[in-house]
Structures are given as C-alpha cells and as structure tokens.
C-alpha cells in the first residue's frame, strides 16, 4: 500500500526558507518520477517540482531559483527545499508521483507572512 508522509512545515516571515520532507512506503521513490504539489486556499492544486528517476529536475516558474528538489534513496525520502518565501507560496504542501496517483496524503500547511 502506498503512503506519503509529508512534513516540515510551518509559519516563516517572508525571505524565509523551509525544508518539508516526504517519507514514502510502498513505492521505490529512486524508480519513480516524483513531485511536490501545493493547494492554497481556493486554488487547485498545482504540481511545484518533480525529479525523475534519473534526477532530472523540473518547476514552476514562478518557483524557479527558490525552491529544490531532491531526494535520499537510502531512507525512501523525497525533500523540497525552499528559500526566499513569499506570501503566495501559502499553501498545504503534497508529495505524490508525477503523474499523481490517487494516493494522497496529509500535507504540510507552509505560511508565509510577517
């Protein structure tokens, strides 16, 4: 059965960074195209970055240059680091495949405000 624990968010000022973590189970993160998706309140939601097997990356652009994509093999793990915070990157933050199954899990709410 697969799982998607997502964690590490939280309340930042604005410039600030964060690092969410996605722990998975019942499915090899090193042999699947992964990605974070975030929904803000009334938006749908949307993919922010993926990484593939073969650690080609991708993001929105209304991310790029702030936020990264990686992962530890070893613990099955898949991070989003992100820097230079805005207001409008106010969301609950997902970890799913790319293209998303219908697994979902918690999410992690980030705020960004002073």
């Known amino acids: 059965q697969v799982q998607f624990v997502e964690s590490g968010g939280g309340l930042v000022q604005p410039g600030g960074s964060l690092r969410l973590s996605c722990a998975a189970s019942g499915i090899a993160c090193r042999s699947t195209k992964m990605g974070w998706y975030r929904q803000a309140p009334g938006n749908q939601r949307e993919l922010v970055a993926t990484i593939s097997p073969f650690q080609i990356l991708d993001d929105r652009a209304s991310v790029r240059g702030r936020f990264a994509i990686f992962r530890d093999n070893t613990k099955n793990t898949v991070y989003l680091q992100m820097n230079v915070l805005k207001p409008e990157d106010t969301a609950v933050y997902y970890c799913?495949?790319?293209?998303?199954?219908?697994?979902w899990g918690q999410g992690t709410q980030v705020t960004v405000s002073s």
């Open positions: 799913n495949t790319e293209p998303q199954s219908t697994t």
